[in-house]
């Protein structure tokens, strides 16, 4: 992975209060983790930072859309998001990032590079399980959707099919006491 000079934060000239930076996303920034499962993204991000005397606290947010390929269909559609992630960045003998919203930072470091934070912040955001909105309230038309539909099995929603008779013996154990 290529280093993004564009992400990072030069805290050693920073007065002490808060500093707002805002970053624009797009796919360039994708390419650099060679993550492509996103076909575009439009991701605004916006980094409030707190420097204090001996720490400095983070808070990133991240809203947008990112376009994505349903998971039942195939078909792209914009995706919404909308993170947040606080990081504390201390200062110790090494770096150590083991803990997920404490950073440590070795003293005498002067920057901070948040390019792999965004990037985390975007691609959590993103749901595990993609549907285009279309599919949920069924007004999307698709070949692969009609498809689905004609292989799925029947009689699954008929409430008139008969139970087996051995559950109905298992449901009175449940119900003799």
């Known amino acids: 992975m290529k280093k993004l000079k564009a992400y990072d934060i030069q805290f050693i000239g920073l007065k002490q209060g808060r500093h707002s930076f805002e970053y624009e996303i797009n796919n360039s920034f994708f390419e650099h983790f060679d993550f492509d499962e996103f076909n575009d993204s439009d991701v605004n991000i916006k980094v409030d ?29 914009d995706q919404p998001i909308e993170n947040k992630l606080f990081l504390v960045v201390k200062f110790g003998d090494e770096y150590y990032d083991d803990f997920e919203e404490i950073l440590v930072l070795p003293h005498g470091s002067h920057e901070l590079d948040l390019a792999q934070y965004i990037y985390e912040l975007i691609v959590l955001a993103v749901p595990t399980k993609r549907v285009h909105p279309g599919v949920e309230d069924g007004t999307l038309k698709s070949e692969m959707l009609d498809k689905l539909h004609e292989l799925s099995p029947k009689g699954i929603d008929d409430k008139t099919d008969e139970i087996d008779p051995r559950w109905n013996t298992l449901k009175k154990l449940l119900t003799d006491k």
């Open 49 to 77: 930072l707190d420097k204090k005397s001996t720490l400095l606290e983070l808070e990133l947010s991240a809203k947008g859309a990112v376009n994505v390929n349903c998971d039942l269909t195939n078909e792209p559609y």
